[in-house]
């Protein structure tokens, strides 16, 4: 076999092995530069205002490699996340969304129940479509590349919603024409609204106390 023929066949032969999957192993290594702000219970961020930030353990895997590449890309334009994802591979993407995505709690069942939306809310919540993509009690999404967000805390959604509203600002806006779309028409005492309410909803996801030192 001339070398020519060698080397399109090692080519072709690398086109269709499958991409590597995810490894959670790997992605608990990684993850020494998320537990200063998302290993600590109750920890709040300082930009673009005073919020606690989201909490990841339990979330959809597919969601946090989204958000990662988005902000590795500018998409979301928050300057720390996009530094720390700007120093991440594909693969570290992966391997750190399958890690958080494991360390979720099963989503809690009877004697809990769910606490139903005011009439105003719930109005603006089919305004919003908001359980269209979010799901059964926002703990479902209809797909992994979408997060689950009850039980995050309200200050972190209203900023995130927020970020939406302003998705052309240049150090904290989220740009993402679905979302933006939804939130454009909303005013900041409705979405404080909707940020409350979903944020008191049983949730999957939790904070896992990460040591530094370990």
């Not at 290594?29 to 537990?35: D, T």
């Not at 597919?62 to 998409?75: S, T």
């Not at 360390?103 to 479509?129: C, H, I, R």
């Not at 926002?138 to 972190?156: L, T, V």
Request: net charge positive; hydrophobic share 40%.
């Amino acid at each position: 076999m001339t070398l020519f023929r060698l080397l399109t066949a090692v080519a072709v032969a690398l086109a269709v092995l499958p991409a590597m999957a995810q490894d959670a192993q790997r992605g608990e290594k990684q993850a020494a530069m998320c537990i200063g702000c998302h290993g600590i219970p109750g920890y709040r961020a300082s930009f673009p205002e005073v919020y606690q930030v989201p909490k990841i353990a339990g979330q959809n895997a597919a969601y946090i490699q989204a958000a990662l590449n988005a902000y590795a890309k500018g998409e979301r334009k928050h300057p720390s996340m996009r530094g720390i994802s700007g120093s991440l591979s594909e693969q570290d993407m992966k391997d750190l969304a399958a890690y958080y995505a494991q360390l979720g709690a099963p989503y809690p069942t009877s004697p809990v129940t769910p606490p139903a939306p005011s009439v105003d809310v719930a109005k603006l919540l089919e305004k919003g479509a908001c359980i269209s993509c979010h799901g059964a009690n926002f703990n479902k999404p209809i797909s992994d590349a979408y997060p689950k967000i009850a039980g995050q805390p309200a200050d972190y959604l209203l900023v995130a919603l927020r970020s939406y509203q302003q998705s052309k600002h240049t150090t904290w806006g989220r740009d993402n024409a679905i979302m933006a779309n939804q939130v454009k028409d909303f005013k900041p005492a409705e979405l404080k609204a909707i940020a409350k309410y979903l944020a008191s909803l049983p949730s999957e996801m939790k904070t896992v106390s990460q040591s530094p030192l370990r």
